[in-house]
C-alpha cells in the first residue's frame, strides 16, 4: 500500500511539473518595479510607444528597469513579432545595421538582451532565436 500511495505522489507530482508555466510569464517582475514611474506607466499603458522605447535604448537606464518596462507590456498585448519589429526600426532609423544579424553582432549589450526578452515573450514557448 505504501509502494501504490508513493507512486501516486510522485506520478502527479512529476504531472504537475509539466504544466507549469514558463518563467518568463510567470515571474512577476513588473511587480517588484511598480514605484518606478515609467514602468507603472507601461503596466496601464500596455503599448511599446516611442517613449518606452527611449527608455530601453537609454544607456542610463539599468538593465533591470529595462526587463520590468517589457514584462510590463507583457506577451498577451504583443501581435507575434510586431513588437521586435517596431523596436528594430526605431533602434535602427539611423540605418546603424545593415540587418538583423549586423544588429546582433553590433549592438550593445543592453539592446540585445531588450531584444531577446521582446522576442522571447513573442512566443516563449519557442526561444531559440531569442537564445540566438
Known amino acids: 500500500m505504501r509502494r501504490l500511495f508513493l507512486s501516486v505522489v510522485l506520478f502527479f507530482g512529476f504531472e504537475s511539473s509539466v504544466f507549469a508555466d514558463s518563467p518568463l ?10 514605484n518606478v514611474p515609467v514602468v507603472s506607466d507601461m503596466l496601464e499603458e500596455l503599448t511599446l510607444s516611442n517613449d518606452f522605447m527611449d527608455f530601453l535604448i537609454d544607456p542610463k ?6 526587463i520590468a518596462i517589457i514584462h510590463a507590456l507583457g ?3 504583443m501581435e507575434p513579432r510586431s513588437t521586435v519589429e517596431t523596436f528594430f ?3 535602427n532609423a539611423d540605418n546603424k545595421y545593415i540587418n538583423f544579424d549586423d544588429f546582433i553582432d553590433k549592438a550593445s549589450g543592453d539592446l540585445l538582451i531588450c ?3 521582446l522576442k522571447a515573450l513573442d512566443n ?3 526561444v531559440d532565436e531569442a537564445i540566438k
Open 89 to 91: 526600426k526605431y533602434i
Open 61 to 66: 537606464v539599468p538593465i533591470d528597469v529595462k
Open 25 to 34: 510569464t510567470s515571474t512577476q517582475i513588473s511587480s517588484a518595479y511598480k
Open 124 to 126: 516563449y514557448f519557442e
Open 115 to 117: 531584444m531577446a526578452y
Open 75 to 77: 506577451w498577451e498585448n
